[in-house]
């Protein structure tokens, strides 16, 4: 059974850091590009940035350009997000998720973000 489950989450000042893991299992994932969504109260999910697991190339949003970082330790089938200088607008809650071809077809249950002004 597959299992993302993602952990790091917290209330941080605007300007902090926090870095999120998402902790895989129940597969082998060297094909999937894993990928951070969040989604904010009100909106739509939105995808933050991705990694594909076998290379490491990588994908940001705008929002996040020079600021977040997306990174996997395959030993630890890990994959991590670090976020620098947090904006209030960063606060969602953080997903991880696995795609293979087309969709995200796993998820994990999601992690809090709160940036206080």
């Known amino acids: 059974q597959v299992q993302l489950v993602e952990s790091g989450g917290g209330l941080v000042q605007a300007g902090g850091s926090l870095r999120l893991s998402c902790a895989a299992s129940?597969?082998?994932?060297?094909?999937?590009?894993m990928g951070w969504f969040r989604q904010a109260p009100g909106k739509e999910r939105e995808l933050v940035a991705n990694i594909r697991w076998s290379g490491g190339s990588t994908y940001y949003a705008d929002f996040v350009k020079g600021r977040f970082t997306i990174s996997r330790d395959n030993a630890k089938s890990t994959v991590y997000l670090q976020m620098n200088n947090l904006k209030p607008e960063d606060t969602a809650v953080y997903y991880c998720?696995?795609?293979?071809?087309?969709?995200?077809?796993?998820w994990g249950q999601g992690t809090q973000v709160t940036v206080s002004s």
């Open positions: 998720a696995a795609r293979r071809l087309v969709s995200y077809d796993f």
């Open positions: 129940g597969r082998t994932f060297s094909t999937y590009i």
